[in-house]
């Protein structure tokens, strides 16, 4: 394969993860937004859509930048719709932006594996060996790309599974549920920008030095998710013992 075509192999790729981001967004706004007057339309759903494919059609614009935006006009949208109460959207951003890190952190912990694997069985003496290269880099991340997708779903149908209901949230509910996404998409983000940073006329890849972290980051990522489905979950009993507690003084 040439360097050509693993780069349009890229580009598609990568379009292919903005249409699934907004997809798993849209997905998991109805999981928290279930009534009639809370469900994010099929038009709104659309319009974010072509926006985020918009913006990955800018190529100095890096992921971050995307996402920032469409965090943008999704508070923008809430704000209008909901009177200016928009806790929980601001949560869902911030389940979103968690979900996405603790997969990705997963899914590039057996890419970097895979990768340094393959590597080593390419032989640079190969008149093929640019190809080859080429080729090997497009399976990995059709590896990366998929994994990426696939923990994203299960992550999200293990949400569905436990929300129940979601009603009124105040900012303190929000700092509550919110702190451990935040963390934990901060923590994805620094760990995956210092895994490959070129010194001088040396590279130096983190998970070489440190192979241990091949396990530890994926570890973390899902340490953290747990700890978000038991606050969800404590959350939701919380709010039903004030539900009860409140029709019992009606009652007496």
């Known amino acids: 394969m040439s360097q050509s075509g693993f780069e349009m192999f890229s ?11 907004v997809i798993f967004f ?34 100095s614009l890096p992921t971050s930048g995307r996402l920032i935006i469409s965090a943008i006009a999704i508070l923008t949208y809430s704000i209008v719709r909901y009177k200016k109460h928009c806790e929980k959207p601001v949560f869902i951003l911030t389940l979103f932006y968690g979900l996405r890190s603790f997969s990705l952190s997963v899914a590039n912990s057996v890419f970097q594996y895979v990768n340094n694997s393959v590597f080593q069985l390419l032989d640079s003496s190969s008149e093929n060996y640019i190809e080859n290269m080429y080729l090997y880099l497009v399976y990995t991340q059709i590896l990366l790309f998929g994994l990426y997708i696939v923990l994203f779903a299960l992550m999200l149908t293990v949400v569905w599974k436990i929300v129940i209901s979601f009603n009124k949230m105040s900012w303190y509910d929000v700092w509550f549920l919110s702190v451990l996404n935040v963390a934990g998409g901060l923590f994805a983000e620094v760990i995956i920008n210092i895994s490959i940073v070129k010194i001088k006329n040396e590279v130096f890849d983190l998970f070489q030095v440190k192979e241990e972290l091949l396990w530890k980051l994926p570890l973390i990522a899902v340490l953290l998710f747990l700890g978000e489905l038991a606050a969800i979950t404590i959350y939701q009993k919380y709010r039903e013992l004030q539900r009860e507690k409140e029709n019992y003084f009606v009652e007496q």
């Open 11 to 21: 580009n598609v790729a990568g379009m292919v993860i903005v249409i699934a981001d």
């Open 26 to 59: 849209y997905a998991l706004w109805n999981i928290f937004c279930k009534n009639k007057k809370e469900k994010m339309s099929m038009m709104i759903g659309s319009v974010l859509l072509l926006l985020n494919i918009g913006l990955g059609f800018i190529s």
